[in-house]
């Protein structure tokens, strides 16, 4: 099993930044790809950004590209998504999410492990 576990979120002005973390714990040996999905009041998970594990292959969303960076640390199994120039349509719970398989997918159905999420507020 693995166990994931986010951090970093809080109240921020438009324009600002964080710096979200996921600490994986478990059988991080199975990772193939690791993304992190937002979900907003009275919608749907949307997918944000993903990562390869290996290989550091990177995918983002239209609507953050630009603004936000993943990264990952193979050593400490963290994931990270640094999010600058934030905007208030940024405002959801932002979660992220693995699966073992090695290729990045857009889709929430094709991850099988997934953190408790962390609020994200942005303020105008």
């Known amino acids: 099993q693995v166990q994931l576990a986010e951090s970093g979120g809080g109240l921020v002005q438009a324009g600002g930044s964080l710096r979200l973390s996921c600490a994986a714990s478990?059988?991080?040996?199975?990772?193939?790809?690791m993304a992190w999905f937002r979900q907003s009041p009275g919608k749907g998970r949307e997918f944000v950004s993903a990562?390869?594990?290996?290989?550091?292959?990177?995918y983002y969303a239209d609507s953050v590209k630009g603004r936000f960076t993943i990264t990952k640390d193979n050593f400490k199994n963290t994931l990270t998504l640094q999010m600058n120039s934030l905007k208030p349509e940024s405002t959801a719970i932002y979660y992220c999410?693995?699966?073992?398989?090695?290729?990045?997918?857009?889709?929430?159905?094709?991850?099988?492990?997934w953190g408790q999420g962390t609020q994200v507020t942005v303020s105008s």
């Open positions: 990562i390869t594990w290996l290989g550091g292959r990177v």
């Open positions: 478990g059988r991080t040996l199975s990772h193939g790809a």
């Open positions: 999410a693995s699966t073992p398989a090695r290729e990045i997918f857009t889709t929430e159905k094709k991850y099988d492990h």
